[in-house]
């Protein structure tokens, strides 16, 4: 069964601290897999998003990484925010090899950052 | 222009109404979603069009149909909706083959009572 797990289900991290956030996934064959932030009551906006040749990508404070072998990302978050403060979601596409983009969600790891 | 936009932002509906909510892109994306999203939980897709034609059907109940009039405007009408149907209702676009460029709309915070 395609799943996507991630840990850890919250935490609370002091402003400045940097963080990681842990996701693996069953999903086979394998396409692409996303990283979206999502404040409370708002859509999901797309961190990062890496193919199974990508190893690491970055978007400002917020860098992903992924092993295709042992199926884990990480999202890692340097000099934390009070605008971090969010659910962060891990997205995996698989490959149907045909229009049928039904992405595979975690049940996402929700960040409080405390000043 | 690489914004999903969604309106309302915000609907009380009784359940007895008829309402739509809306969703338009300009990306050029020939692929529009509706999920429907409860607290604290991931997204859960409902319907999938591709090139204006609904591909998938998540076996969403009646009391939702989409409608898609062109490849901009996603609609999503909603008729005799039940209070467990309160949610937050995200429109997301995309191209069509890969789901490249998968973008999320801010969402339409529905309540029904």
């Known amino acids: 069964k395609n799943q996507v797990e991630q840990s850890p289900q919250s935490l609370i991290i002091l402003e400045g601290k940097n963080c990681t956030l842990q996701?693996?996934?069953?999903?086979?064959?394998?396409?692409?897999l996303r990283w979206y932030k999502q404040d409370t009551g708002r859509g999901p906006v797309s961190l990062t998003i890496?193919?199974?040749?990508?190893n690491t990508k970055s978007n400002g404070r917020y860098t992903a990484t992924l092993d295709a072998d042992t199926k884990q990302s990480s999202l890692h978050i340097t000099a934390s925010q009070l605008s971090d403060s969010a659910s962060y979601i891990c997205v995996v596409s698989p490959n149907y090899g045909g229009a049928t983009n039904k992405l595979i969600f975690g049940t996402g790891t929700l960040l409080a950052v405390q000043p | 222009d690489t914004e999903v936009t969604q309106t309302p932002k915000h609907l009380v509906m009784g359940m007895t109404n008829k309402k739509s909510l809306k969703c338009e892109q300009h990306m050029g994306h020939r692929a529009m979603y509706w999920y429907k999203q409860k607290a604290k939980k991931p997204p859960e897709l409902m319907f999938v069009y591709s090139y204006e034609k609904l591909s998938i059907n998540e076996s969403v109940p009646s009391r939702f149909s989409p409608e898609c009039p062109n490849s901009s405007l996603l609609n999503l009408h909603l008729h005799a909706l039940q209070p467990e149907d309160s949610a937050l209702y995200l429109c997301?676009?995309?191209?069509?083959?890969?789901?490249?460029?998968?973008?999320f709309g801010s969402g339409t915070r529905l309540t029904v009572v």
């Open positions: 890496m193919t199974f040749s990508e």
């Open positions: 997301a676009s995309s191209h069509p083959l890969g789901g490249e460029g998968y973008t």
């Open positions: 996701c693996n996934y069953t999903v086979s064959p394998f396409s692409n």
